[in-house]
C-alpha cells in the first residue's frame, strides 16, 4: 500500500539540515497508520514526499505501487491529503470550496455524497459561511470532506487534531473509525500521544528517525521498564529528589501524579515510599501502573540521545 | 475544460469579494484620467497674462491681440516699465508677464528674428514650459500669417507634440500612458500576488496533490485578469472620448488588439514573478519596485525619452510598456495604423515569448 | 486569606458585543504563586477574559483587580505588572536571542544595568551562553518556548499569563518547559495559563473550565475528577463542552 525505503532528506543551503534519516517503513491495505512525534520531527517531510510534493535526496517509496518521483500524476488522481496548515479558499464559502475540489478530482458533491453525508450534515448550516468564518473545529470536519470527496484509496492527514479542542478532536477520530472500515487507508500525523492507541499501527518519529514501529497495544505491553505512579504533598520536590536517586530512574510529571519510570527490579514501591519517607515528604500515594504511550516515547527518546552522543 | 471553469469561477469569487482591491483598480484610472485632465486642463486655460508692451505700435498690439484672442491666455493688464513686474506677480494678480521688447517689430520686419521674454513665477516650471510652449506656437502662427509672402527657413524647434496635437492639449499624451500603468498593475502585480498567495496559504500545495494541470491554474488566473484588464482600458476611452474630449484617431480594433497583447505580455510577466517568489511581499516589492517603477519613469509618458540621457535611453529599451506606450500613442493620437505599430507588437510579442519560456523552465510541479 | 495575598480577583466580569455575551459574569480568585489552568473550546470566551485581565480590552460589567490594580482604571498599570507569552506573538524570528532579550526587556522598562543583569542571568539559566548570537528562528522549537517564557518574566512581574504555550513540543520538551513554570511559581509569580492538553491541566493547583462564556466547573483537578466520577481531565472537559451549544 504505503512503502518506504531507505528514504533521507535534508534541508539548508548545504544540506546540513536533517529532516528525515533513513526512514523505512510499511503501510497496509485498510491500516489506520499513526505517525507520532512532536513539532520538527519530519511528520510533514515525509507527507510532503509522499503525496509527490517534494524529492526525497535519497530512497525510494511507492504509494499504490506508484513511485513518488517518477508517478507523480498518477499518485495525485488517487490520494486525499489533508494539510497541516488549513489550506482551503478562505474567501470561498462551505459549499463553494467543495464544489471546486470535488469538480478539480473530475467529480461532483452528488456522486461521492454518501462519503461525506455524516460529516456534511454538521456542515450543512454553514454552508454559505466563507471558510474563513469557521472554527478550528468545523474548519478541520470542512478539510476532511475536500480531501474524501473524490474517493480515495489513501488518506494523508498531517496533524489533523493540531489545535482542535477535545470534542472536536474525539468526534474526528470516529470518523476515520468509520473510513477506515469504509476500505480506505489512512496514514495520519499527531504529536498527540494520546492519540496512538486510536491508530492500528504507530511509527514513533523523533529528530527525523524512527525511534520504534508496533501496535499500540505491544509498544506498551513490551516496555520493560517498571512504572510507578506517585504523588505526595510537594510533588516538585518529591519528583527533583527521585529524579537524583539513580541514574536508571526517570521522574516527570504525569497528569495528577508523576511517573516513575526505572529499568531497575530493585526499586519497589517499598523503597520508593521509604525514600520519601526520610525525605519527610506527606500524603505519599505509590501504585504501580501500566506504561502509556507517552512513557514509551520518553523512554526511546532517552536511549535514542544516549546513543548518539 | 469542466475543471477550467471550476478554478475561473473560483478566481471571479476572489476577485469579487475583495471589494476593496477592486474598487482601487476601476477607481483608480478613473481618478487618474480625471485628474490629469482636468489639472492640465485647468493649467492650460485662461492663465492670466500681464502684458509690457515696450514696442508699442501697431504689430505688437496686433500679437498682443493674437495671445488675448487664444483660449489659453487672459490679458488682466497692461503696462510699460519692466520694473512693475515684480510687483504684479507677488500681488498675485498675474502669475506670468509677457515683455515685448521696443524692437520687436523691425527684428522681425529684418532679422526676421525677434525675442520675446516671459517672466513667471517658476514654482511650477512644467507650467512655465507650457505656457512657454504655448507663447511659442502663438507666435510663430503670428509670424506666418504676417510674413506669409516673405517666409525664409527659421530655426524655431517645433516639439513632436504640437504637431499631432495642435489644439495644444495636453491630456493626449498621458492616457495612453495610463493605460500602461494600469494594465501593469492590474496584470502583473495582482496575477503575481494572486498566484503567490496560493503558495503562501498552502492552497497550492492541495491543488499540486489533485489531478491538475499547472497549465489550468496558470490560465484561469490570467483569464479574469484579462477581462477586467480590457473593462478598465474601456472605462479609460470612455472617460477620455467623453470627458477630456480626446478624439480615438486610429482603428479602434487595432488599439484593442495591441492592448490586448500588451496584457498578455503582462500577464506572463506577473507569471514570470510568481514562480521566481514564495512570498507575496516580495512579488509585491518586485512588481512595484522592479515592474511599476520604471514604467512610469521609462514609459515615455511622465519624462520624455528623448531628452533622457544615453544609457538610461538604452535601458528603457527593456521596458515593454515603452514599445507599448509608442504604439499606443501612434494609433491612438498620430491616428497611425498597422504599418507603423507591427514593429513594436513584435518587440511586446518577442517579451512574451521570453518571459513564458522562462516560467514553464521555473515552473515548479512540487514545492520547493 | 488576605486580599494582598490574592493575584487575581474577579466579580460577575462581563463582556458583551452588541446582544452577544462572550463572557458571561465570570466569578474566580487566584491567589499569590498559583499556577491557574483556564480551559475551553474553541469560543468558549477564554481569550476574550485573558484580554480583559491583561488590560487590552474594557469589560462591559463586573469588577475585576490584577496584581492590585483595577482593570477599569488601572489597565496601565496592570500592563507593568504582567508578563505575557502566546505561541503566536513572541519572540521575533529574525532577531538574535540576545536582540531578543534587549527588546522585550527595554519595553518592560528594565534599565540599562538592570537589563544586561537579568539578561545574563537568563541566558546562563537557559544554558544558551552558546546562543546568544543564533537567530531565534534557528533554534529548536522548545528552546524557543523556553526563551519565551524566560523573557515574559524578565522584569519579575507578579503574574504571567501563557497562552497555549507548549503546543507541538515534544514531551521530553513539555516536561522541561512545566518545570520552568513550576520553579516561577515556587519565586511567588502567580501562573495563569490556557492549554489544550488535558493532562496539562492536572499540572496545575487548580482550573477553571469556561463553557458558553460561563465558568461551568472551578477546582482543583482531583475534586473535579470525583465530581465528575471519572478519572481523567479528558473526560471532565468532554462532559462539560459536549454540552455547549455556541462555538460554531
Redesign the interface.
Known sequence: MISIRNINKTYGKKGDITALSNINLEVERGELYGLI?????GKTTLFRILTTLILPDSGSAQVMDYDVVVQYPQIRKIVGYMPGKFSLYQDLTVQENLSFFATIFNTTIRENYHLIEDIYVQLEP?KNRRAGA?????KQKLALCCALIHRPEVLFLDEPT???????R?EFWEMLKRYKEAGITIFVST????EATLCDRIALI?EGKILDIAKPKDLIEDFQPGVFAVKTAEM?RAKNELQSLDENVEA?????YMHVVTENNHLTPKAISDFLDKRGHQEVIIKRTTPTV?DV??NL??HASTTTT | MQQLIAFIKKEIYHIARDRKTLLVLIGMPIVQIALFGFALSNEVKNTKLYVIDQNKDEMSVRFIEEVQASQYFDVVGYGEDVGDVDRILRSGVSQISLVVPPSFSSDLRHVNQANLQLITDAINPNVAATINAYITAISRDFRNTEMGDLKLPYTINVETRMMYNPQLKGEFAFVPGVIAMILMIICVLMTSVSIVKEKELGNMEMLLVSPTSPAIVIISKAIPYFVLSLLIISIILLMSTTILQVPIRGNIFLLYGVSSIFIITSLTLGLLISTLTNSQEIAMLISLMGMLLPTIMFGGFMFPIESMPKALQIMSNIIPAKWFYYAINDIMIKGLGWSSVYREVLILLGFTLLYMGISLKKYEIRLS | MKPSEQSIVTKNLTKKYGTFTAVDAISFDVRKGEIFGFL????AGKTTAMRMLTGLSKPSSGEATVAGFDVYRDAENIKKHIGYMSQKFSLYQDLKVKENIAFYGGIYGLRREALQAASDQLIHRLGLQGEVKTMVKDL??GWKQKLAFSISIIHQPSIVFLDEPT???????R?QF??MI?EAA?RGITIFVTT????EA??CNRVAIMVDGKIEALGQ??EL?VRFETD???DV??QL??K?KR??
Do not use: I
Request: charged share 20%; no cysteine.
Open positions: 512525534g512532536p513539532d520538527g520531527a454553514f469557521l472554527s478550528g473545529g468545523m493540531t489545535g482542535v479542542d477535545v470534542v472536536s474525539k504529536p498527540y500521544m494520546d523523533q516538585n516527570y510529571h504525569f497528569g495528577e507517552e516515547f520518553m527518546m532517552k | 475551553g473550546a474553541n469560543g529548536p522549537l503546543g507541538g513540543v515534544d514531551p521530553v520538551t516536561r512545566w518545570n513550576y515556587d489544550h492538553y488535558m493532562d492536572e499540572y483537578p482531583s475528577k481523567t481531565m479528558d472537559f468532554y463542552a459536549r455547549a462555538g460554531d
